[in-house]
């Protein structure tokens, strides 16, 4: 594949999970499976187009900032964007790796990129429904034994996303790896202080680590 079809393409830091800080180039796809409320990019996939960015000028582009990769969307896993991710992971060389996804199609993504330890699944799921949650419990059991995924969940204070965290917590194989993160939910750097108490509260509760959104909070992305 000689490019691929992005809205955004532009050097930031990443602002979730374990690699927070790191220098990242951003990707991001436009389509989405979802439609998610609270997305804090939903108008920006509305009103970007499309454009072709090759390869080559994206390995460039990592070589002189030195910089990892951050795919996402949109959904990475989601129609087109689906090979598109594969060939930026197994075609370009990258200190470090870092996906965002709603889990949509990631069992058969895993098994398609040559994994070198350098990258790192974000999975975060999107619970809103008993299916949605039904959904979440048996892709976890599935994608428990790779340990380049990460479990990013937005906290919200209901009992969809309090069974799934005990799931998880009770998930030996997950939790002795501290591969899980609560973020608190907002679009704006009101709305995550606001929602951080509750979630630092979830983290002590569940056992599992905080994540700040930093990206937010300082509005570099």
Request: hydrophobic residues 35%; neutral net charge.
């Amino acid at each position: 594949m000689e490019s691929v079809r992005l809205i955004e393409n532009f050097c930031s830091f990443q602002g979730e999970g374990p690699d927070i800080g790191k220098t990242m180039l951003i990707l991001r796809f436009k389509k989405c499976n979802r439609n998610c409320m609270w997305c804090d990019t939903k108008v920006k996939m509305r009103i970007s187009n499309e454009a072709n960015y090759p390869l080559s000028e994206i390995q460039e582009i990592i070589n002189e900032k030195n910089a990892g990769l951050l795919i996402t969307g949109g959904e990475p896993t989601f129609r087109e964007n689906f090979n598109q991710t594969v060939a930026l992971l197994n075609e370009l060389k990258y200190p470090s790796a870092n996906v965002e996804t709603n889990g949509f199609q990631l069992e058969k993504m895993l098994k398609q990129v040559n994994y070198n330890g350098n990258i790192k699944f974000m999975y975060s799921p999107k619970i809103f429904s008993v299916p949605d949650l039904k959904e979440a419990y048996e892709l976890t059991e599935q994608i428990q034994n790779f340990t380049n995924v990460y479990f990013k969940v937005v906290f919200e204070d209901n009992d969809f996303i309090h069974s799934y965290l005990g799931l998880l917590s009770n998930n030996k194989t997950i939790m002795s790896t501290q591969r899980v993160y609560l973020m608190p939910e907002g679009t704006t750097r009101v709305d995550i202080l606001r929602s951080a108490p509750a979630v630092f509260d979830a983290c002590e509760k569940y056992k599992v680590g905080f994540s700040s959104r930093t990206h937010i909070m300082y509005g570099f992305v």
